[in-house]
Each structure stands twice: as C-alpha cells, then as structure tokens.
T-cell receptor, first 117, second 114 residues
Framework: NAGVTQTPKFQVLKTGQSMTLQCAQD?????MSWYRQDPGMGLRLIHY???????DQGEVPNGYNVSRSTTEDFPLRLLSAAPSQTSVYFC????????????????FGPGTRLTVL | SQQGEEDPQALSIQEGENATMNCSYK?????LQWYRQNSGRGLVHLIL?????REKHSGRLRVTLDTSKKSSSLLITASRAADTASYFC??????????????FGKGITLSVRP
C-alpha cells in the first residue's frame, strides 16, 4: 500500500492565484482531514470528511474548499491564495472503529510546502 | 485553541540517556496520542492511551496518563540519534455520532547527540 499520498511536494503561488492540493489514500479509510502546520502553532485542522459526500469545517476553514466524491480522494482547494496561507499542508486519514475517528491512529501524508508571494 | 501543551519545548540529551516529555491538557478527553515528526516529513503515530488506562508500553516507549492532573508523559528509554525529531501529543474527544475532535499540541523538539 502507498498509504497517504500528496501532490505536489512544493508549490509557489502568487497572491490571488488558485490551486488544488491533491490527497489520496489506498487504505479504504472513511475519515480524511487536512491540517496546516505553521512554526510555533502546531497542527490546525482545516476541513475533514467522515465519508464520501460528507465534509465539514475544522478550526481554520476560511479560504479553503474541499469535496469528497470518492473514498480515496480528498482535494483541498485554495480559492484565491494569500500570503497568510504560506504553510505546510498535511492530509491524514483514519479508519472508523466503534463510531468515532479520534480513537484511531491518524495516517499522515508527506506534506505539501506552499509559499504564497 | 490548543488543547495539549507539551513541555519542555526543546530537549537535548546524550545518546543512551532517557528522554521524558510531558503533555498537559485542559478539558476531558477520551484518548491521548503521541506522534513523531522527522524533519521535512509527515507525522507518524507512536502510541495511543485511552482515558481509562494509566500506562502503556511499546518497545522503548512508555506513556503514562493521569486524568486527575490532566497530564501525560512520554518516556523514550536508551535514546538513539535516530530518535531526533519533533514529538506531538494529540488529545481525542468523542463528541456525537461520527464526530470527534483530535487536537494537536505545538510539539517538542528532541535532539539526541551521538
């Protein structure tokens, strides 16, 4: 299994540009999420999905959109990039056991390092 | 807001020594997890301890949880240079239905000197 894959690894955008960060997992996990990691801030949840067709906002959702049309894929869209969105983005997935997701080990992708100029 | 807060923020030890890292949190939890992140890589799950457990072991790792003090500790015994990484605690809280919340701390940077 490839686990959780993310593309691209690095990206530089200009302010106002849009782009999509790709995330895919081959473990048939129901739960997928996006985090951003900033120095001194730890990981902050952007959006998450508990299954195909179901998404919800996390702690810092503004400026980002997500959709979940399949179990495997969970893309993150930046609508109009801003310098404040310069960060490292991690996608994670987790199986559902016993009706909850936070009980379970989160599997992280390698990250996308995004710079917005 | 951050739920888990790790202490110390940075730790430097000699290879072979034990490393102890602490995590404190503010509200009730259902579980607490520890993750490791090597430089430039994603997070890797190390261990999960449930709120009704007090201690758990995995190889050279020992995790304790004291729900009365709202704190956890991660002990790495006989440290190796390869243990150099950032370590994060994450608190898990079951809300309703399929909803639950996993909140990460800011991390501890561990350096193990050869």
């Amino acid at each position: 299994n490839a686990g959780v894959t993310q593309t691209p690894k690095f990206q530089v955008l200009k302010t106002g540009q849009s782009m999509t960060l790709q995330c895919a997992q081959d473990m048939n996990h129901e739960y997928m999420s996006w985090y951003r990691q900033d120095p001194g801030m730890g990981l902050r949840l952007i959006h998450y999905s508990v299954g195909a067709g179901i998404t919800d906002q996390g702690e810092v959702p503004n400026g980002y959109n997500v959709s979940r049309s399949t179990t495997e894929d969970f893309p993150l869209r930046l609508l109009s990039a801003a310098p404040s969105q310069t960060s490292v983005y991690f996608c994670a997935s987790s199986p559902r056991t016993g009706g909850a997701f936070s009980y379970n080990e989160q599997f992280f992708g390698p990250g996308t390092r995004l710079t917005v100029l | 807001s951050q739920q888990g807060e790790e202490d110390p923020q940075a730790l430097s030890i000699q290879e072979g020594e034990n490393a102890t890292m602490n995590c404190s949190y503010k509200t009730s939890i259902n579980n607490l997890q520890w993750y490791r992140q090597n430089s430039g890589r994603g997070l890797v799950h190390l261990i999960l301890i449930r709120s009704n457990e007090r201690e758990k072991h995995s190889g050279r790792l020992r995790v304790t949880l004291d729900t009365s003090k709202k704190s956890s500790s991660l002990l790495i015994t006989a440290s190796r240079a390869a243990d150099t990484a950032s370590y994060f605690c994450a608190t898990g809280l079951f809300l309703t239905g399929a909803n639950s919340k996993l909140t990460f701390g800011k991390g501890i940077t561990l350096s193990v000197r050869p």
